[in-house]
């Protein structure tokens, strides 16, 4: 986890960065320096281990703690830490399977350790083991959008070069979009992978086994390149900017879902086992022995596969083929974990050094209710008009999306910027 700091304290913030620049003349101490950045880190410790339910108090507290230079590596290690989380944690509990359901019983407190208690005592351990870490490690810390250190409730040291938080207005329609823009961003990813286990299953006639493997492997590749991009990000907002790369992104998903659009001749196979007929046949005795003998197999395989006769579309609609689909899961892994970092980075920038815990408190609602809104939103409209309208309405709205972040791409810049205490940031 240390090292995932590592790039952003290449820069520290010590010292003339420009001789005769009054934004770099001394900023910090290095004791203050090394105690930010380890309480920096003990968040990115806790975002591995446990980011839920904290997102909001996290990226408050980095924000606050860190300057418009460091905010963009530091928001993107805090998203990979998280991003490493969810891809280690299910990987941790396969290992434990390894010890079976009898496991070992420790006969002296009555504890039995196996398959199923052993996730949650590792779980139980970490937890505590990151409480200690954050009482008697982690510290208050807050700096200004130039690195000059702010006061903070917890860290004794005095200095000279504390400065009071400029008492400026922050730009509400830019605060308002950004709430907008990642609540579609969050929408448009909750609703991708609610629909990731039906489409695979109407569209190649998978088994509910056979689609809880392969999308399991699809979506920890996602992860994996989730982590890659979070990484590799860092660099390029360096260069092109965070509005750029937002902008990117949406494009980039607008590109992914468009090719999960249907087109072609070849239709999917179509699940006519459900259809049942209760008019009585002319049958045979020996044809009646002989469904009766199918019936409790056939009810103990896997089931009919295929798109669902139900679901009238499938009798109309062309497959998505598999090489369109598998495109398009790329396309939205690169641009999903690139608007999903940007967008709160510039959150954070436009709300400038002021506390922002009620604002980040209203960022994480506005992606709780995508998360809400987004699954129920794909399944109404892929079960009731397929895939066609389906990914055609989340292509319109990424159109808007980005049609949103065009008028006001001006004013997504920090709050220093706005009020002229620093410069434009590259774009």
């Known amino acids: 986890m240390a090292g995932l700091g590592v790039q952003a304290e290449q820069e520290p913030l010590l010292g003339d960065r420009t001789p005769g620049s009054r934004e770099w003349d001394i900023i910090e101490t290095e004791e203050h320096y090394k105690s930010r950045w380890r309480s920096i880190r003990i968040l990115y410790l806790t975002m591995f281990l446990s980011s839920v339910g ?51 019983t420790w006969e002296t407190i ?17 937890g505590v083991l990151n409480i200690i870490l954050i009482i008697f490690i982690l510290r208050e810390h ?3 959008d130039s690195g000059r250190q702010c006061k903070s409730i ?47 299953m109407d569209m190649y006639a998978w088994t509910r086994e ?11 590749a996602l992860g994996i390149e989730a982590v890659i991009i979070f990484m590799g990000i860092k660099s390029l907002a360096k260069k092109i900017g965070e509005r750029a790369i937002l902008l990117g992104g949406l494009v980039i998903i607008w590109i992914g879902f468009f090719i999960l659009l249907p087109w072609g001749n070849q239709f999917p196979k179509i699940q006519w086992e459900d ?19 199918r019936s409790p197999r056939e009810d103990r395989s896997e089931g009919p596969t295929g798109c669902p006769i139900e679901q009238a579309w499938c009798l109309y609609t062309p497959m998505i083929h598999l090489a369109q689909f598998l495109t398009s899961v790329v396309l939205i ?48 409209v892929y079960t009731s ?43």
């Open 54 to 104: 904290n997102v909001a108090v996290i990226r408050s507290y980095i924000a606050g703690a860190t300057s418009l230079q460091e905010r963009t590596s530091s928001m993107a290690n805090t998203s990979a830490c998280q991003a490493l989380g969810f891809i280690l944690g299910p990987v941790f509990q396969t290992c434990f399977a390894l010890i079976g359901e009898k496991g070992v």
């Open 154 to 200: 917890n860290f004794e040291e005095a200095s000279t070069d504390e400065i009071q938080i400029p008492q400026r207005s922050i730009d509400q329609v830019a605060v308002v979009t950004t709430n907008v823009l990642f609540f579609v961003v969050l929408f448009i990813f909750a609703l991708f992978e609610t629909i990731l286990t039906p489409l695979t």
């Open 333 to 380: 892994g690169i641009g999903y974990p690139s608007c999903n970092v940007m967008s709160y980075t510039l959150y954070s920038k436009i709300l400038g050094p002021k506390p922002q815990g009620v604002y980040m408190g209203w960022l994480t609602a506005s992606g709780s209710a995508a998360r809400i809104l987004g699954p129920v939103f794909i399944s109404q």
């Open 275 to 293: 259809l049942h007929n209760h008019s009585i046949p002319n049958t045979t005795f020996g044809e009646i022995i002989i469904t009766l003998w």
């Open 142 to 144: 807050r700096v200004d």
């Open 385 to 427: 008009w397929g895939p066609r309208w389906a990914f055609s309405l989340v292509c319109g709205i990424v159109v808007l999306t980005i049609t949103l972040l065009g008028v006001v791409y001006r004013r997504l810049v920090a709050f220093s910027v706005r009020h002229g205490r620093s410069q434009e940031e590259p774009s």
């Open 210 to 220: 056979q689609a809880v493997l392969y999308d399991g492997i699809i979506l920890a």
């Open 110 to 126: 009555q504890l039995q350790i196996n398959m199923y208690t052993a996730p949650v005592l590792l779980g139980a351990f970490l």
